[in-house]
C-alpha cells in the first residue's frame, strides 16, 4: 500500500510540475517537425503574428540593427497596423533580439493586457531569450553559417540548390 500511496504521489507531483510549452495554431496536425531550418522560422512567424494580433508594432523593432538599439526602443503605445513582412523573419539571433524586444515593450506599455496575454508576452520573451543563446552557440558550425541570415525564401531556394547543385 506504501509503494501504491509513492508512486500515485510521484505521479500527482509531475502532473503539477509539467510545463507544456507549446504554440497552438489553426490546422495543426500530428506530424513530424519540420528540420530545425523551417522551425526556427515557424517560431519565428507565430511569435510576429502574435505580437501584431497584441497590438506591437514590428516595423519599429525590425528598423533597429543592433542589440544596443533595440534596448533603447522604449514601449509604444501606437497600435500597429496589423501588417507586417515576415521576409524580414530570418535565422539569426537579430531577428529573436527584435521580437524579444517587441514582447518587452508589449509588456511595457500602457495598454491594459489580461493575464493570459501577460503570459504569452513573457514566454516570447523567454523563448527569444534561448533562442538567441542557441544561435550563439551555433556561431562556429558552418552548417549553420550557412543559413545564417536567410528568410524563407533564401533558405528554400538554397536548400534547392543543395540538393541540385547544377542550379547553383
Known sequence: ??????SLKEVAN??????????????????KMPDATHALLDVSRVYAEKLLQLGANLDVFFSQDTEEKLRDTRPSDDESSGRFDHGKLTIDVLTFSRLRWAAVAALEAKRSRTD?????????????????NMLSRLKSDPAYLKI?????????AFMGSQKNPDRA
Do not use: H, P
Not at 523567454?126 to 538567441?132: A, I, M, S, T
Not at 545564417?148 to 528554400?156: A, H, Q, T
Open 14 to 31: 509531475n502532473l503539477f510540475n509539467l510545463e507544456v510549452n507549446t504554440i497552438l495554431k489553426e490546422n495543426m496536425t500530428a506530424r
Open 1 to 6: 500500500m506504501t509503494q501504491y500511496r509513492e
Open 116 to 132: 493570459s496575454q501577460r503570459v504569452v508576452l513573457e514566454r516570447i520573451r523567454r523563448n527569444c531569450d534561448q533562442l538567441k
Open 148 to 156: 545564417e541570415g536567410k528568410n524563407r525564401s533564401e533558405v528554400i
